[in-house]
């Protein structure tokens, strides 16, 4: 039997697999310090407890994630069958020293590995002239997970009035 919406078993789903091992930029939404919704793309890795994402230590999301660390994150794939993971969770932040380990492998999976390692060089420069040098990690805890596959699981909106 297949877990239920909402359950974070779901993420040992084949379809939650396939679209957090893609190359597809999830979406992370969150409140930013002025109380309005901000969604941002960004690149992340599921670690088995939790998704990872790496920032500069100046962006002004942590300053958002500090204040209320509620967020909402979606990867979704780009062709029909849609394919889309949507999780809710809580978000933690550890400063890092220099460029945090997983920004390389993200680099690399994102961008291809020559062109994620040129990429890595280049942005541990930048990250070393910040007024505060280093980087964040956005551990992000999920605690609501539901997937739509537009085959045999559509938004439950809409599910009611399909056929078959």
């Not at 204040?67 to 909402?72: S, T």
């Not at 932040?93 to 390692?117: D, K, N, Q, W």
Request: glycine content about 8%; hydrophobic content about 40%; some cysteine.
């Amino acid at each position: 039997m297949s877990a239920k919406r909402g359950s974070v078993a779901l993420l040992e789903d084949p379809v939650a697999t396939e679209l957090m091992q893609s190359d597809i930029p999830a979406r992370l939404a969150y409140l930013g310090r002025d109380g309005l919704p901000r969604v941002v793309p960004v690149w992340s890795e599921w670690n088995g407890t939790e998704f990872v994402m790496v920032s500069p230590s100046t962006s002004a999301k942590l300053k958002s994630l500090a204040k209320n660390p509620k967020v909402a994150l979606t990867i979704d794939s780009t062709r029909f069958p849609w394919h889309v993971l949507l999780v809710r969770g809580v978000a933690r932040i550890e400063t890092v020293e220099g460029l945090a380990p997983e920004f390389r492998s993200l680099a690399c999976r994102y961008m291809g590995e020559e062109a994620g390692r040129g990429f890595c060089e280049m942005y541990a420069g930048v990250v070393s002239r910040m007024p505060e040098p280093g980087s964040a990690r956005i551990k992000v805890t999920p605690q609501w997970v539901s997937i739509n596959d537009f085959e045999t699981r559509f938004p439950p909106q809409i599910a009611p009035y399909l056929v078959g």
